[in-house]
């Protein structure tokens, strides 16, 4: 090493290295060079006041400490719950992600409700509340056109073409019913059985009409759909091919 570059023998030691930057090990001859930063002072946190008080025997003065705080927290206070979700209204306004193996078209297998066990046809997810718009068609298995969860359907890998098959009118406003008036009387008469809509009984026939013509492609897909599914003692379902 050159002897005008060298530093002298009483110069404290410096890394030249990034890694000085950032170690504090080796700050101290920057510190003592520059000078350390100043430390933002502390506000001073009030102390007793000295008041002259009256009386003989009481000493004139007395040191009195300042007041603290009028509300202190109860010990069973409860405190909010901290939670990592989002707000009820942000998560509520999305709808659940269709599931990749469900396509329009797809023949599924409902596991609850009153049709559970029927094999359906799936339409079309809908947009609102995100659940599945399927049929049986009703001449076929009598499943009419409902909403299901897709959370509670087996997909198959059956398919059914449903092109053609105009459903743009269903929605969730489609499916809506009239909030009904309660009676508390404890002899009330029974409620009369509800009319079906005349509309939905054509619009169920017209949708049925076009998907049965769809089921004549493939032998034997009219009577898969009208057999119901069931599970025997022995089967294992995980095992299964749907």
């Known amino acids: 090493l050159d002897r005008e570059l060298a530093p002298p023998p009483d110069a404290p030691f410096t890394m030249r290295s990034p890694a000085s930057a950032a170690n504090p090990r080796y700050r101290r001859y920057n510190v ?7 430390k933002a002072a502390k506000a001073a946190e009030p ?18 400490e300042p007041k603290g705080p009028k509300y202190y927290p109860a010990d069973d206070e409860k405190k909010p719950k901290y939670v990592r979700t989002k707000a009820k209204e942000l998560t509520s306004s999305k709808i659940a992600k269709l599931r990749g193996n469900i396509t329009p078209g ?21 947009e609102k509340s995100g659940l599945l718009l399927v049929t049986g068609p009703f001449k076929v298995n009598g ?21 053609g098959i105009d459903v743009a009118k269903f929605d969730d406003a489609y499916f809506a019913r009239a909030k009904k008036s309660g009676s508390k009387d ?3 008469q029974p409620a009369e059985k509800p009319e079906i809509d005349p509309k939905r009984i054509a619009d169920q026939k017209a949708i049925d009409d ?8 493939k032998p034997l897909l009219k009577e898969y759909l009208a057999a119901p599914f069931s599970l025997s003692k022995g089967d ?3 095992e299964m091919k749907f």
């Open 210 to 217: 076009k998907l049965i013509a769809k089921l004549g492609a």
């Open 47 to 64: 102390g007793p006041v000295k008041k002259t008080v009256g009386g003989s025997k009481n000493g004139g003065t007395r040191m009195v």
């Open 106 to 126: 797809t023949v599924i297998i409902l596991l609850s409700g009153r049709f559970r066990g029927k094999r359906v046809v799936f339409l079309k997810q809908l």
């Open 32 to 38: 003592s060079k520059s000078g350390a930063r100043p």
């Open 143 to 163: 499943v009419p056109l409902r909403r299901v969860n897709q959370a509670y359907v087996i997909a198959t890998s059956t398919k059914v073409d449903v092109s």
């Open 186 to 188: 404890t002899f009330a």
């Open 236 to 238: 294992r379902p995980h």
